[in-house]
């Protein structure tokens, strides 16, 4: 059973920085992507960034190109999340997941989901 474990949420005022970690177990074969996601209240989850396991290409979504920074480390089943110059909109719960069988960036191809880390921008 593949488990994911997001970490490394909190407040920060608008400008701030954060550092998101996805620490992945219970691999039986490499992943084709892993993906950040998130989800305000009241809206649907969203794609924030992913990258390919094998190759380490990445996607990010338009609102936060410049900004984020996806990276992994196979060799610690890890993934992060470089999170700078945060707004308001950028608040909600953040997931890392897994997709086993699909190179897209959107939620209905993951198979694995973590339970989530909030992330509040505020001032």
């Known amino acids: 059973q593949v488990q994911l474990v997001e970490s490394g949420g909190g407040l920060v005022q608008p400008g701030g920085s954060l550092r998101l970690s996805c620490v992945a177990s219970?691999?039986?074969?490499?992943?084709?992507?892993i993906g950040w996601f998130r989800q305000a209240p009241g809206k649907e989850r969203e794609a924030v960034s992913c990258?390919?396991?094998?190759?380490?290409?990445?996607d990010y979504a338009e609102s936060v190109k410049g900004r984020f920074t996806i990276s992994r480390d196979n060799a610690k089943n890890t993934v992060y999340l470089q999170m700078n110059s945060l707004k308001s909109e950028d608040t909600a719960i953040y997931y890392c997941?897994?997709?086993?069988?699909?190179?897209?960036?959107?939620?209905?191809?993951?198979?694995?989901w973590g339970q989530g880390t909030q992330v509040t921008v505020s001032s």
């Open positions: 997941a897994i997709s086993t069988g699909s190179y897209y960036c959107l939620s209905s191809y993951y198979d694995w």
């Open positions: 219970g691999f039986t074969s490499e992943p084709y992507m």
């Open positions: 990258i390919s396991s094998a190759i380490g290409s990445t």
